[in-house]
């Protein structure tokens, strides 16, 4: 029993006591309680009431891991306790806004089986994966500054595109989502992270729609890659589920054919058995598996700083898109429509191969807990309009 009322604060729901992601809303730093919000600045939280008194979770970012650990299990105390905390306020989730100020930001492209989608759709002839993708988890670096929080409408984003006589220019036709996992990072600043040290940096876990202009990336990504097909908007989650919520989600990542470079191999399983459901206009479409990533968040980010770059509070790294091996495990529409060949219907019977102006995006996950529960990932909703 918990002196918080609210039927979505149970331990078989997204987001009882097991999950306790953090977020901003207008009265502060808070923890989310089903379909409510505790604040956290007037509560007695000892050494750790410091890092949350603010409007973001820069300072508690900053803090490192011992601040998160002692500071997540008292939260737990407090919020199943029979009797509500002198101080304690439950606000409502509706004003949650972006809860961290984002450093840089790095997009990956660890799914074999979207690697393999992609390459056999542009690559018919040839392999579809390139010789270096089993072995290094292939990145890049995106755009700090268009990281938005869920809810925030989605601009479609011109550019140049191939035509019959030259590239044109203007409005993408060929919009797609990229449902992704985020990892938030923490910490002190650090260079050449190991794998065996690269969770002591990663705060915690969020849903992510890294959007994607798949006509404007055609003609732009050789020989550099993605530029103005990807900076234009990456959406991510409002609430932040701490990295420890996940201890019994972890899973090995499957196997690869090659023996890896010392950096990148891994003494504990750090895969994580999430699974994404993806809806278009409240049709179910796709429910990605992230167990099925063949490169871990740790390994990640030990490539990410294996050169000497560093890692600091606020970076965020996505896992790039997550699909299945099967057709409704894919987490794109370029793999679901198969480039456009094979539009996929909707409940209300029309069809889809890309993103139509006034097209709703909605991401949920979950993932296993302790004891039978539910921990969830806050949801990433965008809307689809025209400049």
């Not at 900053?62 to 304690?88: C, F, H």
């Not at 994580?272 to 278009?280: G, R």
């Not at 296993?368 to 806050?378: D, H, I, N, T």
């Amino acid at each position: 029993m918990s002196w918080i009322s609210d039927p979505n604060f149970t331990e078989d729901q997204p987001f009882g006591p097991q999950t306790l992601p953090y977020g901003v809303v207008d009265g502060g730093v808070a923890v989310r309680v089903g379909d409510q919000a505790l604040l956290l600045k007037s509560l007695a939280l000892g050494k750790c009431s410091e890092y949350v008194q603010g409007d973001s979770l820069d300072p508690l970012l900053k803090a490192g891991r011992p601040v998160w650990s002692v500071l997540r299990a008292k939260l737990k105390e407090i919020v199943t306790a029979t009797s509500a905390p002198k101080g304690a306020e439950l606000v409502g989730i509706e004003t949650a806004k972006l809860p961290f100020t984002v450093g840089d930001y790095v997009d990956f492209y660890s799914s074999r089986h979207h690697a393999e989608n992609v390459g056999r759709m542009f690559r018919p002839d040839g392999d579809p994966l390139t010789p270096n993708w089993t072995h290094l988890p292939i990145g890049y670096h995106g755009r700090a500054g268009t990281v938005y929080v869920s809810g925030t409408e989605i601009v479609r984003p011109n550019g140049q595109k191939r035509g019959s006589d030259g590239p044109k220019f203007g409005p993408s036709e060929r919009l797609d989502i990229e449902a992704e996992i985020g990892f938030v990072c923490g910490g002190p600043r650090a260079a050449n992270v190991s794998t065996s040290r690269a969770a002591e940096h990663v705060f915690g876990v969020a849903l992510v729609n890294d959007w994607s202009a798949r006509d404007i990336q055609a003609w732009e990504y050789q020989p550099l890659g993605p530029f103005l097909a990807k900076s234009f908007a990456t959406s991510i989650g409002a609430w932040i589920t701490p990295l420890e919520a996940f201890s019994v989600a972890r899973v090995p990542t499957p196997p690869l054919p090659n023996k890896l470079h010392d950096y990148l191999t891994c003494d504990q399983p750090w895969g994580l058995d999430i699974t994404i459901t993806v809806e278009l206009n409240d049709t179910i479409v796709a429910r990605p598996p992230f167990r099925e990533m063949s490169w871990s968040f740790v390994q990640q980010l030990a490539h990410m700083t294996v050169n000497g770059a560093t890692v600091r509070p606020g970076d965020l790294f996505a896992s790039g898109t997550v699909s299945g091996p099967e057709k409704d495990e894919r987490g794109s529409f370029l793999e679901l429509s198969w480039g456009g060949k094979e539009p996929f219907k909707l409940d209300d019977g029309s069809t889809r191969s890309f993103l139509e102006d006034g097209d709703t995006v909605r991401l949920t996950a979950t993932a296993p807990g302790e004891g039978g529960s539910v921990v969830g990932l806050a949801e990433v909703v965008g809307t689809v309009r025209s400049a």
